[in-house]
């Protein structure tokens, strides 16, 4: 199946004209976008909103709306599930300016940082653990009368926000939307939630398990504690002017919505999509699809169904050469390499706007690491996060990045250097773009939920604003291990998926097992943004066994990128985790009932990023590196990925 913008119409179509009380002009007329704009501040609104209907529009007019009737700033406050989102409503907000609405003090987080915020203002330190561990504790203080932090919380809730607007409400499962439950309970104000049954998949993952108890949706739990709201909805669909592509998604959406016993949703929402002629997906076609994208690659996605899928999509792209950046759950988050760079160019902890300038120019100026930033956008950046005044202090900068707290600005969108992004549904919800190529399975899965299969489908088709492609995908065969895919290979060897959260032991690019610090972080500074060939093997150091990650020139299809950057054979890029090294001794005794002393290869040095440890961490005596990086706790890291080959011995 394919639909495409007609040629005539690659002019923009419809002309905006502003509303009464319009965001930015960016949209045509809409009567049910300003029933809510328009609404009274106290007012309490579930907003049924679906893909492309204009929420973030309607979201940041309101705000404009609420700012002109006086309400300041510091009490709104607008939570998303995504800092995608967080990033576009930000930039929304900053556009208001422009018409002289005073828009700084505007709180717009995700709900894991506003989660932070509240322990960190109200409670006292940081919570430890996961991010839901975090949250839980949050939790456990507004439920506990007796915990001295309870009323701290309680009233502020209750009295700093005069609105609250919940982005994509639908997202919210297990202890977010309990903790944004609560926070809805105790503002004493209005607030705006956005909310699409349609599009509820996060109580599932990319590979169609649930991964989440049903505990009810964010509604469910609204109308458990009696809070009355009103029901509005958005009804005009204005992602795309494409005929075909607006009736697609509209039928789509009624399959999806349509009460009652219907059938099997999933496959009637396949047969939407599949015609005997639609394109069977394999490696040969996905490259030819890629290099005719043109000046199209850019923003074109390359949607999966499974986490293996997309992965295995990466490696026959970037074995080909072909740039491309990868969105799909559980992935590193990329904290901008300048922040390292910068920071260590600098000789004290307090840092003014003119020595971050001298350093800037220095380090940064020209690199591949300044894309997307100038001097003065990243000089701002790192005073909101340092928070301390006209100059920002290293140390706060590296409390804050250890702690992920304050840092939405400063991650990289998706990983990789640029060209299509591939993707799953899942990891792509939030993303837009003018071309997408839906690579969908014909047929539904043994075991499939085909409501919450249909819900996915649907999400996968709205991503697109001017052309959609269904092609048919045959997933591959892998078995998970803590949710990470792997298969055998014949003989010893195996598959598995390099390069999740934790993987790496990041101190180890920086003077770990050894290695001249100076020369590893010389090399990530010289990464030009091109897939670079690594392998890692195990090697006996003392009394231990880490995998070492290397750059292998002896690569057949990058090796040159491997030499660009300056090979010695002496010098390791980083290490493999303690954990994930269990991980590989656990596929290969399941393969070959024998220990893991062996390598990995075909995987590849994706992107870079900055990572730090605060002062407080209990590792931070086992820290090898030599200043400036001792000194300033920051400094880079490497980004992997790939479905890497094993082999034990």
């Not at 709104?76 to 576009?88: D, K, M, P, W, Y």
């Not at 773009?433 to 709205?462: F, H, M, S, W």
């Amino acid at each position: 199946m394919v639909i495409r913008r007609a040629a005539q119409n690659d002019a923009p179509a419809i002309k905006a004209t502003q509303t009464l009380e319009s965001t930015t002009g960016v949209r045509a007329a809409d009567k049910s976008q300003d029933a809510i704009i328009l609404a009274p501040a106290d007012a309490r609104l579930v907003v049924e909103a679906g893909p492309g209907y204009g929420k973030t529009d309607v979201a940041c007019a309101r705000v404009a709306r609420l700012l002109k009737l006086g309400i300041p700033p510091t009490r709104i406050l607008l939570l998303s599930f995504t800092r995608t989102a967080v990033r576009e409503m930000r930039n929304r907000i900053a556009q208001l300016a422009d018409d002289g609405t005073s828009t700084p003090g505007v709180s717009v987080r995700t709900v894991d940082s506003f989660a932070r915020q509240l322990w960190g203002a109200y409670i006292g330190g940081r919570p430890t653990g996961t991010f839901d561990a975090g949250i839980q504790s949050v939790l456990d203080v507004l439920s506990d009368p007796g915990d001295e932090a309870h009323e701290r919380v309680v009233q502020a809730l209750g009295a700093q926000f005069a609105h609250v607007f919940v982005d994509e409400a639908q997202d919210l499962v297990g202890v977010r939307a309990s903790l944004i439950a609560t926070l809805l309970q105790k503002v004493t104000g209005g607030w705006t939630v956005f909310y699409d049954p349609a599009q509820a998949i996060y109580g599932w993952s990319e590979d169609g398990h649930q991964i989440e108890e049903d505990e009810g949706t964010i509604l469910d739990r609204l109308d458990a504690a009696n809070l009355g709201y009103e029901i509005k909805e958005l009804s005009t669909l204005h992602r795309t002017d494409n005929p075909d592509l607006i009736a697609l998604q509209k039928s789509a959406r009624a399959t999806v919505l349509r009460n009652g016993n219907v059938g099997n949703r999933a496959d009637a929402l396949r047969g939407k999509l599949f015609t005997p002629a639609t394109e069977v997906l394999n490696r040969d076609a996905l490259l030819q699809r890629v290099k005719g994208l043109g000046k199209t690659a850019d923003s074109t996605l390359l949607l999966f169904r499974t986490r293996a899928e997309a992965l295995e999509a990466s490696s026959w792209l970037w074995t080909a050469g072909l740039l491309h950046r990868i969105r799909i759950g559980e992935l590193p988050e990329v904290v901008s390499p300048w922040i390292s760079m910068t920071l260590n160019d600098c000789d004290s902890d307090q840092v003014s706007e003119g020595q971050f300038a001298i350093a800037w120019q220095r380090t940064v100026e020209g690199t591949w690491h300044a894309r997307g930033w100038t001097v003065e956008n990243a000089w701002r950046s790192l005073l909101r996060v340092s928070q301390t005044g006209n100059r920002i202090r290293v140390s706060a900068i590296a409390r804050a990045i250890a702690h992920r707290q304050r840092l939405d600005d400063l991650f990289n969108r998706e990983i990789g250097p640029g060209g299509p992004i591939v993707g799953t549904i899942h990891g792509s919800k939030g993303r837009e773009a003018d071309k997408v190529i839906a690579c969908l399975p014909q047929r539904g899965r043994e075991g499939e939920n085909p409501d919450e299969e249909a819900k996915v489908l649907y999400v996968g088709i709205t991503r697109a604003r001017k052309n959609l492609s269904v092609v048919q995908a045959s997933p591959p065969h892998f078995s998970y291990l803590n949710d990470r895919p792997w298969t055998g290979l014949h003989g010893k060897g195996f598959k598995l998926e390099v390069g999740r959260p934790g993987d790496l032991d990041d101190r180890a690019a920086c003077g770990g097992y050894g290695a001249d610090a100076r020369a590893q972080q010389a090399l990530l500074t010289k990464y030009d943004g091109t897939f670079v060939p690594l392998r890692a093997a195990c090697k006996k150091i003392a009394v231990s066994w880490p995998w070492l990650i290397w750059l292998n020139a002896g690569d057949k299809d990058l090796g040159e990128a491997a030499k660009r950057l300056g090979v010695d054979d002496g010098l390791h890029l980083g290490a493999l985790s303690d954990g994930f090294s269990r991980e590989i001794f656990e596929v290969a005794r399941e393969k070959s009932d024998r220990p893991a002393k062996g390598f990995l290869f075909q995987f590849v040095l994706f992107d870079v990023t900055t990572v730090a440890m605060a002062s407080d961490d209990p590792r931070i005596n086992e820290f090898d590196g030599p200043n400036p990086w001792r000194r300033t706790h920051v400094w880079l890291a490497p980004i992997v990925s790939g479905l890497a080959f094993g082999q034990t011995k």
